[in-house]
């Protein structure tokens, strides 16, 4: 979906060409739609650096459910989605770029460790609720030096809408399926339950995952406001990853939540990006 170009776009930074390798025609149809000047040039596994011109920055961030920390049964770097890593390390070879960086979750010690000796350079680890108020843990990679952070201390207080549509409140049989997870008001208005950690997180909403569309047991972002259940909207989300309000408003709603999940929290790209200025 382009967060690679949003935040380009916030420092102000001007690009020739844009390629992007994207399958998703979701993801492509708003992109498109966003910055109709992006050149789609399809599956990475088919991208040659003889047909490209001179690249100064290459981005990417392989597929994560493989390392992901939530998964019980990790294939890694053997799994059929997280294997397009080698893609990225091969076009890196390949093109030589002034610049590059790659995304990816929160892994094991010995995962990190065997991409930081492919990239050759040690995986950064950054928590998006330095930026936004999304708790989200995201190792970086890069040869971009990256410059202190400097907390901005948003809350999900300040993100939350308390006069949204009906239909993003929890059904009353759900509501009371929710009961033993034990809310606790800590004097706000608003608070968020974490299903997977069997806990409570104040202030900060959970990370936004492909699943935030739900409104069950699976569901990563719920939040009580006003004594009601519901899930995030659309635009929360959106403001949740640094994305401009109604940027996926294109695509049908599970959609919209599926690629904000998969996508980057723009504010930390920028801060990475701000070191090649």
Known sequence: MSCGQIALDKLGIKVDNYFAS?????????????????????????????????????????PCQDFSTLKFEREELRGSKSKLFYEFLRLKKELNPKYWLLENVQMKKESKL??????????????????????????????????????????????????????????????????PCKYVAKGNSVEVIDFYNKSIKYNKANCITPHAFRCDRSATNIVKVNGRLRKLTENECETMQGVPRDYTNFVASGQRYKMLGNGWTVDVIAHIFSGMI
């Open 22 to 62: 994207e399958v998703d025609k979701y993801a492509m149809q708003v992109t498109m739609k966003n910055y109709p000047n992006t050149k789609q040039i399809g599956s990475v596994t088919d991208v040659k650096a003889k047909d490209l011109p001179s690249i100064n920055l290459l981005i990417g961030g392989s």
């Open 114 to 179: 065997q991409l930081d000796e492919y990239l050759g350079v040690v995986g950064v680890l950054i928590d998006s609720n330095e930026f936004t108020a999304q708790n989200r843990k995201r190792y970086y990679w890069t040869n971009i030096p990256i410059d202190e952070i400097e907390k901005k201390h948003i809350l999900i207080d300040d993100v939350i809408n308390d006069k949204v549509d009906e239909k993003y409140y929890c059904k009353e049989h759900q509501i009371k399926h929710y009961e």
